[in-house]
């Protein structure tokens, strides 16, 4: 969340939807703003939050936020919730050092729970979005724009407050790592869609966003259209098993790779712990050898009978 006395607005910093490029654009608008960030322990919650992804409903329980609120333009960026659900899953999957597969998925999925969104740091990403704009029915935020849309959304925003749009735009690129691989479109199942539906279904109305239905339909995914339905012929299906079949072993094959390199990097550990020891050992042979003379030996020839 950042907070700008100066040009008297609050952003609502909801996770992955371009938030950081978002947020590193306002500090240089205004660098005398309020930026929330990092992990901190919340003594009313009792557990870890992200201070820069705060529900609603938390801030609004502090008196002097709760004013400003009131006072300031309040705005926050919107996005598809499967596209979010797939740049969620990257970002869990960057945090673990090992990209999720369909398994890992459906293994999490029965973890994001209302209460896991709530008190487990872990899970902030996958929070809905109402969660830092509505509480119950009522909306608490000024103006909503949708990520698609981005520039256009913060060209209006530079309306509404009343500054050049030169300021802010043209945005420098999205804060994409390219060290995290999100999760292809493949691993939305009908499993997986269902339980997103689910988990997500107050975002699809209130933000206006059409779900998928999960019966007699295969995952596609473009830019005119994301998430729009197209059904695979039989004859498609025989060409697509096999590399999907072979998918599956690149991927079983890579983990196994992964396990391997784990092995052999504590190996190496243990071959450096040895090498150390080795040569703290010798040092201290060296070291007692020199300070304390050798003891006299008995010479057996020159003893009296």
């Known amino acids: 969340m950042i907070i700008s006395h100066n040009y008297k607005f609050i952003f609502i910093h909801i996770p ?23 992990n901190a322990w919340a003594l009313d919650q009792d557990c870890h ?4 992804h705060q529900p609603i409903e938390n801030l609004v329980k502090n008196r002097d936020l709760l004013r400003m609120f ?10 598809n919730p499967y596209e979010r659900f797939l740049s969620s899953l990257a970002e869990f999957g960057r945090e673990r050092s090992d990209p999720l597969n369909l398994s890992d998925i459906l293994e999490l999925l029965p973890s994001l729970t209302p209460n896991a969104f709530l008190k487990n740091v872990r899970y902030i990403h996958f929070c809905p979005m109402h969660y830092f704009t509505h509480i119950g029915n009522k909306r608490w935020v000024d103006q909503i724009y949708d990520f698609a849309n981005l520039e256009a959304g913060l060209l209006r925003f530079s309306q509404t407050i009343g500054i050049s749009p030169d300021k802010i735009l043209p945005l420098p690129s999205l804060n994409i790592s390219k060290n995290v691989r999100q999760p292809s479109v493949d691993v939305l199942t009908n499993k997986v869609i269902a339980a997103v539906n689910n988990i997500y279904h107050q975002d699809f109305e209130l933000f206006g966003y059409s779900s998928i239905e999960t019966v007699n339909r295969t995952q596609s995914f473009n830019q005119t259209s994301p998430f729009a339905e197209i059904r695979a012929t039989p004859e498609q299906f025989g060409i697509i098993a096999p590399l999907l079949s072979k998918m599956k072993e690149l991927d079983e094959e890579r983990r196994n790779l992964l396990k391997e390199q784990r092995y052999l990097f504590t190996l190496l550990r243990h071959i450096d712990n040895h ?4 040569k703290l050992l010798r040092f201290w042979r060296r070291y007692v050898n020199q300070s304390f003379p050798a003891l006299p030996t008995r010479d057996s020839s020159n003893t009296t009978k």
């Open 16 to 38: 992955k939807c371009a938030g950081t490029s978002i947020r590193n654009c306002l500090l240089e608008l205004d660098p005398e703003a309020v930026s929330y960030w990092g």
């Open 49 to 52: 939050v992200d201070a820069a």
């Open 70 to 79: 009131r006072k300031y333009f309040v705005f926050a960026f919107v996005r």
């Open 275 to 278: 090498i150390v020891f080795g």
